[in-house]
C-alpha cells in the first residue's frame, strides 16, 4: 500500500527533494505551502494519509495554524508529523503540546524519516507513554570494534547488550525485554536479514523496531534493506550523532 503524504516543506527545500527522491516508491507525495486556503484545498482534494511538516531554523506559519487546522471540517484528521532539529522540536512541544502525533528529530536520514512514517502508519496511531525507565538495547554485528565503539557512546543513558553473531539473538529476545536491536546487514553465520525475518515470523518478537547497520551504499542494496520495512538503517562507518537521534526516535 502507497500511503499519500502531505508535505509542507517550509524553509526546508533540499530535504524534501531529498525525500522525494528516497521515498517515491513508498510514498505518494505532495507538496502545500503555508498559505492557509492552500492547506485547506489541499487537505480536500487529497485526503492525505498523513501531514507532514519540515521545520528549518525558524517555524513556517503552518505551525502556528495547526490547532485552527485540526478543527476545520476539511481536515480528515491525518496524522500530524513533525520533522525538525532537535532544539526546534523541544520548542514546538512546549508550545503546541499534544498537536502532533509524531516528532522527528534530526539529524536524520531521508530513508529513516520514510522509514518511521511508514512505521508509525502501518501500526496505527498509538498514545506514546512516557517511561523514565531506562531502554534496552541489543547490538549484533561481527565486528567487535563497532560493538565496542556503539556500547561506549550509548552505556550512559541505555541498557546495552552486545553480540558478536545472531545465533543467540532468539534465545535472548526470548528471556528479555528489549526496546530496539541495532543490527548488522551483513554478517557470517547468520546474516541480519535472517534474525529480521526470524523476529517478524515470531508474535513475541514482530514489534520490537529494528534498526540495520550496513557498509553498503548502492541504491539497489539500500532499496533490498529498505524492502523489508525495518524501523531503520545507518550507513557504516557510523556517524555517531545521526545514531543518536535515529536511537532516540525508534527506542
Given at each position: 500500500?502507497k ?23 513508498y ?63 523541544a ?27 511508514n ?6 496511531r ?19 570494534t ?13 541498557d ?26 551483513e554478517m557470517?553465520i ?62
Amino acid at each position: 500500500m502507497k500511503y499519500k503524504v502531505l508535505i509542507n516543506q517550509g524553509n526546508s527545500i533540499s530535504v524534501v527533494k531529498d525525500f522525494f527522491t528516497y521515498t517515491k516508491k513508498y510514498f505518494t507525495s505532495y507538496t502545500t505551502t503555508d498559505i492557509w486556503e492552500d492547506e485547506l484545498n489541499h487537505f480536500e482534494a487529497i485526503k492525505p494519509d498523513v501531514y507532514l511538516i519540515f521545520m528549518e531554523s525558524a517555524y513556517s506559519e503552518s505551525i502556528t495554524q495547526l490547532p485552527r487546522l485540526k478543527a476545520n471540517t476539511n481536515y480528515n484528521n491525518a496524522p500530524i508529523i513533525i520533522v525538525g532539529k532537535s532544539e526546534d522540536c523541544a520548542d514546538f512541544e512546549a508550545n503546541y503540546p499534544q498537536t502532533a502525533d509524531l516528532v522527528i528529530r534530526r539529524p536524520i536520514s531521508s530513508d529513516n524519516i520514510a522509514l518511521s512514517i511508514n512505521a508509525f502508519l502501518e501500526r496505527g496511531r498509538t498514545e506514546q507513554v512516557n517511561d523514565n525507565t531506562r531502554k534496552k538495547i541489543l547490538v549484533v554485528d561481527d565486528d567487535r570494534t563497532i560493538l565496542k565503539m556503539i556500547k561506549a557512546a550509548l552505556e550512559d543513558k541505555y541498557d546495552v547488550t552486545a553480540m558478536l553473531n545472531g545465533v543467540m539473538v532468539e534465545r535472548f529476545l526470548t528471556m528479555n525485554e528489549v526496546d530496539l536491536v541495532i543490527l548488522d546487514y551483513e554478517m557470517p553465520i547468520m546474516t541480519g536479514a535472517a534474525i529480521f525475518r526470524m523476529m517478524k515470523n515470531n508474535t513475541k518478537f514482530e514489534k520490537i523496531p529494528v534498526c540495520f547497520l550496513t557498509g553498503v551504499s548502492e541504491r539497489d542494496k539500500v532499496e533490498e534493506i529498505m524492502s523489508l520495512k525495518p524501523r531503520g538503517y545507518l550507513l557504516k562507518p557510523i556517524n555517531m550523532e545521526m545514531l543518536l537521534a535515529t536511537i532516540a526516535n525508534l527506542a
